[in-house]
DNA sequence: TAGATTGTTAATCGATTAACAATC
DNA sequence: TAGATTGTTAATCGATTAACAATC
């Protein structure tokens, strides 16, 4: 969208776009959205799906704000990172802005994994995640089980993402093999972070957030 | 501590401490920590404790800020928000500085707690929380299980905080009788999230990084 | 057309970083 | 004392909000 007060016919060679521009805009996406944007958008998604469960067809952007606990102005910014989603005077299709995020968030049911930790995070990941295909469990404590017959499986099955739960201690070794075995995510929720320049990693640590909820109840008491 | 270019002789009633200031003094903290350093204490929390465990005894911000993945510039900043922890020529002193976080974090064991959820749930939440006293597990599939038995218990046994994963629709009951019972917080795994004037709430969805990470996969295909 | 609501800009606000004086 | 490293300020950077023109 050419900026409203420019005339067209005097070109700026200076405005004109770059080539990693006119390539981001070939994929209808403008430059690189903000880490800030990125880190809200899964919360949108949940909020939009459960919207669509609703039988929910439109939604402004106040009222999904109000919902959310955040400014209109706000959700309206974010989703203008990825494209003009609503329409003016109607506001957005609900199906449709769960899509497009769907889709900007790689979320098409595409990638592959396997899940490596003690039995019960195993039973309880099979609950919890939606939209990877999960292939094998390997249970630490069985018998079979190596970081080498860990890494063949996923070598031989071309495995996207590895979700493991494993003690300190058995981190640093199984991420070497699921470098070497081509893996390309690591969803981590071991209590070592695990860092890589090969992998994309996210470190979960739950206990973090209860640390935040004591932390708010000291800080409620504390100014009673 | 005295702005360093004020003479103390001439006192401009501006510059003298409002009441709620006096307060905070008191408790050894300024003002209201911005919530973005609030955020990062868990972290600082974590690296600090493995410190400790590998008997490191004395650390300085920059070697902090290389294990961790960010600028000594922030670490001290963000310390300085609590107090004066290190000391100059020197570094933090690693005990001291995870027991001052500990205390800030309100991580004093002193919190009890019921868990509600899959037995799975139950189980794994056993090994992954340290530091709060859970007295009893919700088996929400057994017989016996009700949301007044729930509530009951809590009630008698004054807990503090929730631990829960249980279905979608059975979110807000479960939340109405915490608030009768008296609950201070919830620590919410349901895939509803929790809001509630009366209690703390912290909202965990694990999915949410996954897509994160299934984010970061398609960004860095359609890069190539 | 009138009413509603988006897309987009500019203003505000807060968070991060760089730099250096204080001091151990 | 000299060297090291914090505490603290000011500058920079990025994120949020408010406001309104565009437009359905």
Redesign the pocket.
């Known amino acids: ?1 050419l ?2 007060d420019k005339n067209t016919d005097e070109i700026d060679i200076d405005d004109l776009p770059s080539l990693s521009e006119i390539i981001s805009d070939s994929t209808a996406q403008k430059v690189d959205p ?4 990125v880190l809200r958008l899964p919360r949108y998604y949940r909020f939009l799906r459960d919207l669509m469960n609703n039988d929910v067809m439109r939604i ?3 009222e999904l704000a109000d919902m959310m606990g ?5 959700i ?2 974010d ?2 990172c990825f494209g ?9 299709d609900v199906k449709n802005l769960f899509m497009q995020i769907g889709r900007i968030l790689g979320m098409r049911g595409r990638f592959s994994a396997a899940v490596v930790g003690v039995s019960d995070f195993c039973e309880l990941i099979k609950f919890m995640v939606p939209g990877i295909r999960i292939k094998k469990f390997f249970d630490t404590a069985s018998e079979e089980y190596s970081v080498c017959s860990l890494g063949d499986f996923c070598r031989r099955e071309s495995i996207d993402i590895l979700v493991m739960y494993v003690p300190r201690d058995a981190v640093a070794d199984i991420v070497d093999e699921m470098e070497s075995a081509g893996v390309k995510g690591i969803w981590n929720f071991s209590s070592t972070e695990v860092r890589s320049d090969k992998m994309a990693v996210q470190n979960i640590c739950p206990a973090d957030s209860l640390l935040l909820l004591t932390y708010a109840l000291t800080d409620k008491e504390k100014k009673k």
């Open positions: 969208m900026p409203k903000p880490k800030s944007v402004s952007s106040s955040m400014t209109a102005s706000q309206r910014h989703l203008n003009e989603f609503g329409q003016q005077g109607y506001g957005y």
